[in-house]
């Protein structure tokens, strides 16, 4: 189930994400989506949304860190 906008976006990445975090996020699990949309292309048992959020999450983490106040801070390369 791709994310047309940010506000498709579960609350839970609403929520603690930056926008632009959040599109980063969104574009992330969309192209996951497709990518792993055979159980094959996947590890294990996790199933294509699961893997689609973890690509997602794992984008984010390449341009966002959480500080050391619980919020989500753009890294400077």
């Known amino acids: 189930m791709p994310y047309k906008t940010r506000s498709d976006l579960p609350e839970s990445v609403q929520h603690v994400l930056p926008a632009h975090a959040q599109d980063i996020y969104k574009e992330a699990f969309n192209s996951a ?33 959480k500080g050391d106040d619980d919020k989500w801070h753009k890294k400077s390369h």
């Not at 497709?34 to 984010?60: F, I, L, M, P």
Request: aromatic share 12%; hydrophobic share 25%.
């Open 33 to 65: 989506w497709e990518q792993y949309r055979h159980k094959e292309d996947r590890r294990g048992d996790a199933s294509r949304e699961e893997t689609a959020h973890r690509v997602a999450w794992a984008a984010v983490k390449n341009e966002y860190q």
